[in-house]
């Protein structure tokens, strides 16, 4: 058998939850450490892909954050923070 393998991929239209996130991590320092020619190529397109996102994109991808949260969830303040901000981590 060949060391190249078919695989068939899905096109994923939603956010990869936390373990998929963790499992797409793992399987690049994997490819990157058999691979190490690939390094300035993968940071290449990461960094690509990175700045490719307009201010639309992310002004609703915010939108909606905040619009799912209930008003409740933002009396809750950060007893951390240096000034009086709303505490947005964890949503």
Known sequence: MSEYQYCEFQAIDRPLTAQEMGELATVMRALLE????????????????????????????????????????????DRHAKYDTVCLHNM
């Open 34 to 77: 058999k691979h190490p020619e690939l390094r300035l190529q993968a940071e290449s397109i990461a960094i690509e892909m990175i700045s490719s996102s307009s201010v639309d994109n992310i002004a609703e991808d915010v939108l909606d954050v905040v619009s799912s949260r209930g008003v409740d969830s933002f009396q809750q303040r």
